[in-house]
């Protein structure tokens, strides 16, 4: 909820793909092509986007299989308003929604960048080294 100092408006959904690209390169992410974006958004478990007069300003999502992997992806708030609050914000929409709706025993993940990885220790997220490693690949 929204009130007079906080003109900011959460809401539950994906952006159109412009805005996502827009969003992610905006944040100082990579871009995604245009065709990816389009197939992969609607397959979104749930997504978060943030809202400033008109204009969509931040945005994350979860996907997965819906059972028993999640990875929370795409996590961006554009650079002149960041400092908010607003990643922290989006962050506890998406586990409040993990915490409703996953079943108990659903491994969730993430790949944090920079110093992100200080916002996502307040939801949860501990380190996986030396266990495991974050890899990737692209295609």
């Known amino acids: 909820m ?18 996502f690209r827009r969003l992610r390169t905006g944040a ?34 979860i996907v997965g299989d819906g059972g028993s992997v999640f990875q929370i992806a795409d996590v961006c708030v554009l650079p002149e308003h960041q400092g908010r609050g607003l990643g922290g914000r989006i962050m506890a929409l998406l586990t409040a929604e993990l915490e409703d709706r996953a079943p108990a025993g659903a491994y969730v993940s993430l790949i944090a960048d920079g110093d992100a990885h200080r916002l996502y220790a307040r939801y949860g997220f501990t380190g996986t080294a030396p266990h495991s490693v974050g890899m990737h690949r692209l295609v």
Do not use: F
């Not at 929204?2 to 805005?19: C, F, K, M, Q």
């Open 28 to 61: 100082g992410m990579s871009d995604r092509p245009a065709a990816a974006v389009a197939a992969g958004l609607p397959n979104t478990w749930h997504g978060v986007t943030v809202h400033l007069d008109g204009e969509v300003v931040g945005m994350g999502r």
């Open 2 to 19: 929204n009130s007079i100092s906080d003109p900011y408006e959460l809401r539950a959904g994906v952006p159109d793909v412009d805005t």
